[in-house]
């Protein structure tokens, strides 16, 4: 077997593994370099590339290339020019017909009458990342599962962070393995609107009939029920009846359920009966993803480097991400040129608020100093008690600074459990309540940090 059918197969059984969008983006211009002696040298486009594949999915490389060729004991990956394999040309250069093409822009706008669900949004088109990988685990859960585990599910996170695009991803999944089931999505504002139609035209038993009868329920943006009495006590017993009838209900807010004001105990507390978990800001190597991901769908033409500088620069919002690549492209082909660097920035300036520049690095940098230990020990597995303090202070400032997620901060501590970043961030949290000597150190420690950036 050559080298470039066994990338092939392996490039077949990877593919099952991970997303679409996130296949597409990371394995495309991959091959194999070398194999001899146990060892495959895999080639990949770009730093980039090779960072992610050897973070992300080393595992699943490792596992199909061993289902191929079991003598395969290890995996080295390093930049090399793209090639032009007949592999390569099989998975990636698949160019839809036009027609294909105008049906797909056609599904942005449709919306299913009967479950108010707009196909484009699936799973594979959701980019993974250490941002959002334990609301789209929870979702693939929930999706083999129905009603069995996680159950309400609860996803909470500010605005443009792909919740809607997991909810309604969530509902087409189940549709189309579940044909049979009954799905309806909605936003809290058009139940509200929907009851008080419905008591003002007196069929409030139809509407009640009609939210009892779904197999699962999406309920986006429940922040909104805030203050509708009425409605919060009429979704509690809808709530109830499919709760007890072993049906699913989903929920998203910008908020967790303890955050949000004027919302009765009662339902509160339904909201926090399965599984919470937010969505935070996108980390850099997540947003690069997602520019690309963006790019191949759409099938715009930048440089790598302008693609680098919108990651760079875009912190905030997956939406914010994508109408900034718009703004680039339209003004790349009304020039009819490449976007100079200097340019880019200064369009993107306009619409971008500036955000400090701290990155997790410098903050760990910083603690080590503070605590006078070595930065690399705040990365060892160990329980001293002159590490653990600084390694949970770094990790509760990473999260409450930075708005890290819990799976990425693990994963920037030498790979360790996400569990292990709560349990840092709670117990801090906590201990700030009642320590004055631990709130002067951590002013302290942004004091320094946030001096580096002027």
Not at 35 to 41: D, K, L, M, P, Q
Not at 106 to 134: A, M, Q
Not at 246 to 269: A, C, H, N
Request: glycine share 4%.
């Amino acid at each position: 077997m050559t080298n470039e059918e066994l990338w092939s197969r392996a490039l077949t059984e990877i593919e099952l593994a991970v997303s679409r969008a996130n296949f597409v983006t990371w394995f495309k211009d991959t091959r194999i370099l070398n194999f001899a002696e146990g060892t495959v040298t895999v080639g990949v486009p770009n730093g980039f590339s090779k960072e992610w594949l050897e973070n992300k999915f080393h595992k699943f490389i490792l596992k199909s290339l061993r289902t191929q060729a079991p003598e395969i004991r290890a995996i080295n990956y390093s930049i090399a020019t793209p090639s032009t394999t007949a592999a390569a040309k099989i998975k990636f250069k698949k160019e839809p017909p036009p027609l294909q093409e105008e049906q797909l822009e056609f599904k942005d706008f449709y919306v299913d009458p009967r479950t108010n669900l707009n196909p484009k949004y699936t799973l594979d088109t959701f980019i993974v990342g250490s941002f959002n990988e334990l609301a789209h685990a929870a979702a693939q859960a929930v999706i083999k599962n129905l009603g069995r585990v996680y159950n309400p599910l609860f996803i909470y996170g500010g605005v443009g962070l792909g919740k809607t695009h997991l909810l309604q991803a969530i509902g087409n999944a189940v549709c189309k393995e579940n044909p049979g089931k009954k799905v309806n999505y909605i936003t809290s504002e058009k139940f509200s609107n929907e009851l008080v139609s419905s008591l003002q035209n007196n069929y409030v038993h139809n509407f009640k009939e009609k939210y009892r009868e779904f197999d699962l329920l999406i309920v986006d943006d429940v922040q909104f029920f805030a203050g509708k009495t009425k409605t919060q006590e009429e979704f509690f017993y809808t709530f109830n009846a499919l709760y007890e009838a072993g049906k699913q209900v989903v929920f998203s807010s910008d908020r967790s359920p303890k955050s949000i004001s004027d919302i009765g105990e009662r339902l509160q507390s339904r909201m926090e009966a399965g599984v919470i978990i937010d969505i935070s800001e996108p980390e850099y190597e997540s947003r690069l993803a997602i520019l690309k991901a963006k790019i191949l769908e759409k099938k715009i033409d930048l440089p790598e480097t302008t693609i680098e500088l919108m990651a760079l620069l875009i912190h905030k919002n997956i939406r914010e991400l994508e109408g900034a690549l718009n703004t680039i492209n339209i003004q790349s082909k009304y020039q009819n040129r490449v976007l100079t660097q200097d340019e880019v920035k200064i369009i993107l300036s306009k619409n971008i608020k500036p955000k400090n520049a701290v990155t997790p690095t410098q903050i760990i940098k910083t603690v080590a100093e503070f605590y006078d230990i070595q930065e690399k020990a705040i990365y060892e597995h160990t329980r001293k008690t002159e590490v653990v303090k600084p390694r949970q202070v770094a990790m509760y400032l990473i999260r409450e600074d930075l708005k890290g997620s819990y799976p990425f901060i693990g994963q920037k501590f030498g790979g360790m459990d996400h569990t292990t970043a709560i349990h840092a961030y709670e117990k801090i949290l906590r201990e700030l309540k009642s320590d004055a000597k631990l709130e002067d150190e951590l002013k302290s420690i942004r004091n320094k940090y946030q001096n580096l950036q002027k």
